[in-house]
């Protein structure tokens, strides 16, 4: 049981540069999230899905898009990549409902010069 | 607006007990959150309150009072593993959805 997996770990970009942050469950969950983490902040919710076949706005969603590929998958892509984007992006899951309980992947660090 | 108050810093002694507190103001509340992440690591779940009163979990408990919108995370007999940032989180939907506080860096000193 891997849980939750992100590729890459970490990640160089140019301002303009576009790139896919892939994400993967094992745990049969049925929602999933994306957040951004930058220096000395709490996680930010870019865009989650509750379901598969659903997305929804976080609170940061500009400059970035989602694709609920199926229940395993959620992918988070920057078209056009900004240095207000250089941070650390998580990936979690949940069971339906949640309670609460999220279980993260292990992040990739993303710089863009 | 939606926003989740919690110390920036707290420092402690190991073998001590230490309190973070975190008050909330949401425009839904289904309960909180408390989770642990050591520097460059993921956040891992610590505990979860859906109503008032005290969970606990080893030597980690947690405290809800929806009527103050306030809670607490209490660490007892703190270990140096304990240094992490410690993050409150409320759930404001039905579903899964978690709105973060800031985060309390936790220093645990000998």
């Known amino acids: 049981n891997a849980g939750v997996t992100q590729t890459p770990k970490f990640q160089v970009l140019k301002t303009g540069q576009s790139m896919t942050l892939q994400c993967a469950q094992d745990?049969?969950?049925?929602?999933m999230y994306w957040y951004r983490q930058d220096p000395g902040m709490g996680l930010r919710l870019i865009y989650y899905?509750?379901?598969?076949?659903?997305?929804d706005k976080g609170e940061v969603p500009n400059g970035y898009n989602v694709s609920r590929l199926n229940k395993r998958e959620f992918s988070l892509r920057l078209e056009s990549a900004a240095p207000s984007q250089t941070s650390v992006y998580f990936c979690?899951?949940?069971?339906?409902?949640?309670?609460?309980?999220?279980?993260f992947g292990p992040g990739t660090r993303l710089t863009v010069t | 607006g939606q926003s989740l108050e919690q110390p920036s810093e707290v420092t402690a002694v190991e073998g001590a007990i230490v309190q973070i507190n975190c008050t909330y103001q949401?425009?839904?509340?289904?309960?909180l959150s408390w989770y642990q992440q050591h520097d460059g690591g993921a956040p891992t779940f610590l505990s979860y309150?859906?109503?008032?009163g005290l969970e606990e979990t080893g030597r980690f408990s947690s405290f809800l009072s929806r009527s103050d919108s306030y809670g607490y995370l209490l660490l007892q007999e703190l270990q140096m593993k304990d240094s992490a940032s410690y993050f409150c989180?409320?759930?404001?939907?039905?579903?899964?959805?978690?709105?973060f506080g800031q985060g309390t860096e936790l220093s645990v000193k000998p």
């Open positions: 979690a899951s949940s069971a339906a409902g949640g309670l609460g309980e999220q279980y």
């Open positions: 745990m049969n969950h049925n929602s």
């Open positions: 899905s509750a379901s598969e076949g659903t997305t």
């Open positions: 949401t425009s839904g509340f289904y309960g």
């Open positions: 309150n859906g109503l008032d």
């Open positions: 989180a409320v759930r404001d939907n039905q579903g899964g959805k978690l709105i």
